[in-house]
């Protein structure tokens, strides 16, 4: 395949650059060859003979010498074929020439002198051999024509002739290759030259576009060829990078004290071992910001395998890392307060356990919940309640040294991992004075917030080896300091996990209870305090397990309503004891108890409404009971539900009244029907206890003033009955008139035209 030109200019150059580099060489070579000739010719030839010969020799001697410096002085600009054609003539001349010698001048010598010239000519062919190897045309050109006059030279020896040709083909075919290999030497250099040019031209053109640089260092790890990207990311000029140390550009500021990145550590020690490494993120000090850089490099070596230094490639990858950073702390910290959430407390305790195997120490769990939050969410709305969370998080860092960490679950749930315990006071320590810090008054946009916290707290290895059950722990002792009240701290105790599973225990079976008709409703009646005559009954539930027997409510109620089985119970309760009281006289009522859920729930109207119209029991004679704890949860709610069931004619009754937060409120936005007392003011004012017949005569006065009547519960002695005359309640609900009974007894009351002491 014909080369492109500029590649056939390239070899031009090339192959007569090897030719004129030995030129000198050749002009000595040649001047002393013409002394040696005439040294022995000169006393037996012919004088004219020998000088037109030196005449011709000194031509072809001199021509290629002047044409060789032109090349040079010119720098071969211009260097064409012709310019290897015309080369080649000239070699060929200079063959001609001593073709002539030994044709002309040995044809009449002696042995000696023939043997002289043809010795003479051959080191000559191999000079040329040498000189014109990249050569051909040239090679051929004075090989040829000097291998034919040996030839003749010896054409009368026998075999010499041959002898001396193979010399000459020898000669010829030697150069021939040597040419052809300079070729592909040529060839191969000039692409990778090509290659070498792409490259940079690519990496420059990546420098200039993309994010990331070059960068090299020496064998003393000092940068060097620095890129005009490297100095511009580092806001410098290029000189003022040469020669430093890589790593005291690296470490900025911190170069003097020697307190380096452990990044930067790794690095200078893959550095010093000359070891290749990727993707090393290190911290980077540029104008006092600080920045992160990846960094990737391998050593270099030059082709005698001699350690040259480091050549690499470097990203800022700050927008990364930021990114990163900001995951990291999303997934190991709360958003609203910014405390470790429940992963990393997690990780925490499990470190402090492995701390308690490994050193036989002690760690604590403190879980928080915050008494009275829900109302404060309800009433005021979520985002004042985040920003309360937020100001019990700024607390609670207070109460934490460095031997803690405080942290948030969820919700109004936080807790506290106690990494070390020496003495188990200190627990109890941590625990009050979190509890008396959170107590304290908040102020929250121009709103006065009072909340408590109640702490359960579980000690390890006592309570448990692991973070589940040390969790779970601290979790049932939350649940009993709730129970107790809440404001409070209980440590662990095995019987909290003795309660918890018999509490597991009676949900699963009251989830089955309704379906499996385990459930029942008994009734007892509500009297006339001056006449004696029953004007009512309340319903109440009763559970018989067939395995544990009966259940008391107490113990139930409290799991339903966890367990949030309170609605279908209640909505069950109510369709029965509407379905009873149809068979009661047409002026007894019937009194359900009604939860705080139930009336959160937006079909408990529609529930209410279906349960009369299925039994047939007309509104009027359905009385609902509630207490003051469905208030406390949302208040506007309530009312507007109770203000729907006043207006379908059904009665109210607050229950329990005195024994909560009985505020005045609750009777002034609703219409209640009666009032109920609790037993515990009824037993006092019995004993004549001061407060007991105060509250009393109280609750009495202002039902009267509000047009509400009064029911005094707890009834159980004749002295009772007559105290509760004398202070002028209107009913009365208790054992003395008849404990709670089925159905069938409530019905076979009646006809009796009252109650007096039922036993």
Known sequence: MKPRAVDAEKLYRAQLWSSDRLMMLRVVLYLSALVFVWSIFYATADIR?????TAFAMLFILLPARQSRERIRHEYAGVTGRSVIVHGLTAMGQGLSWTAAMLMLGRDADAAQVVAIWTLTSCLMVGAAVAFAALPFATIGFLLPTGVGSILLFWDMKQLPALVACYALVLLIASLKHAREFGKQLSTSTELEEKSAVVSLLLREYED????????????????????RFASIMGVEPAELEGKPLVQILAGSAWESGKFAAALHDLAE?????????????????????????????????????????????????????????????????????????LQLSDALQSALEGVERWNSRCAFLMIDLDRFKAVNDTLGHQIGD??????????????????????????EFAIVIREVVDT????????????????PYEVDQH?????????????????RTTETLIRSADLALYRAKEEGGGKHCHYE????????????????????????????????????????????????????????????????PVAEDARLIAPIGEWVLRTACHEAMHWPANVRVAVNVSAEQLSHPSFVSTVMSALAQSGLPAHRLELEVTESVFMRDDTSATQVLEQILALGIKLSLDDFGTGYSSLGYLSRTRFSTIKVDRSFVVGASRNVPESLAIVRAVVALAESLGMATTAEGVETESEVEMVNRLGCTKIQGYYFGRPMPAEEARSLFGRGGISAVA
């Open 49 to 53: 003979a020998l000088l037109g010969w």
């Open 425 to 440: 006071h200190y627990v109890d320590q941590v625990a009050e004075a979190t509890i008396e810090l959170l107590s304290r």
């Open 448 to 464: 006065t917030l009072y909340i408590g916290a109640s702490i359960g707290s579980a000690l390890a290895p006592r309570d448990g």
């Open 494 to 557: 095995p019987r909290l996990h003795l309660h918890a599973e018999e509490r597991r225990t009676l949900e699963v079976a009251l989830r089955e209870a309704l379906e499996k008709q385990q459930l029942s409703v008994v009734y007892q009646p509500v009297v006339s305090a001056k006449t004696g005559a029953v004007e009512g009954f309340e319903s109440l539930i009763r559970w018989t397990h067939p395995e544990m027997g009966p259940i008391s409510p107490a113990k139930f109620i």
């Open 209 to 228: 576009t993309g994010s990331d640089w070059l960068w090299q260092t020496d064998a003393a790890r000092r940068i060097n060829g620095v890129s005009s």
């Open 270 to 342: 893959k550095l010093k071992r000359r070891e290749s490494f990727s993707n090393i993120i290190i911290p980077v000090e540029i104008a006092g910001e600080i920045r992160w850089w990846e960094l990737s490099a391998s050593p270099r070596v030059d082709e005698k395998g001699a350690y040259l230094g480091f050549r690499g490639v470097g990203s800022d990858v700050t927008v990364q890392r930021e990114s990163a950073d900001k995951i990291a702390q999303l997934a190991r910290f709360d958003a609203l307060t910014d405390l470790p959430n429940r």
């Open 387 to 412: 920003r309360l969370l937020q100001r019990v998080a700024e607390r609670l860092r207070q109460v934490c040294s460095s031997n803690e960490l405080c942290g948030r679950i969820g919700g109004d």
